[in-house]
């Protein structure tokens, strides 16, 4: 018969991954990264030329529901869901998701930082 296996330190993880659920720094830090897309997004459609009024209306909102923080951006113009998706007789010219994509490896980073900085907090007894 083997012997039973003794893990250490397990109340300590388990206090630790309990903390995560207030991670005080993720909503700012989930926000300022949401701010960031809107404004590079706005920029993109500035640079398209006489969208200056569907840049004024990309907004960050942020969603309801669900225990963690959360961030949508984006407009509620349907011009800028026809611009972004195209139509039958318009080909789409993205804005909103290239500029998500070519920052989702900072957003990520941020985002780990975060929980790192949460795991690494001492433990509430």
């Known amino acids: 018969m083997k ?7 397990l109340d300590t993880l ?3 991954l309990a903390s995560l659920g207030a991670m005080d720094g993720l909503a700012p830090a989930l926000r300022a990264e949401a701010d960031a897309v809107a404004s590079a997004a706005r920029e993109r ?9 569907l840049a004024a209306s990309v907004e960050v909102t942020a969603a309801a529901g669900g225990s963690q923080p959360a961030f949508a951006v984006g407009t509620a113009a349907p011009a800028g869901f026809y611009l972004e998706f195209g139509t039958a007789k318009m080909r789409a ?3 909103l998701v290239p500029i998500l994509h070519a920052r989702l490896r ?3 980073h941020t985002v780990r930082k975060v929980i790192s900085a949460a795991m690494k907090a001492r433990p509430q007894a």
């Open 3 to 9: 012997p039973p296996i003794e893990i250490r330190g």
């Open 14 to 16: 388990n206090q630790r």
């Open 45 to 53: 459609l500035k640079e398209g030329g006489g969208r200056d009024r």
């Open 93 to 95: 010219r993205p804005w």
């Open 106 to 108: 900072g957003i990520n």
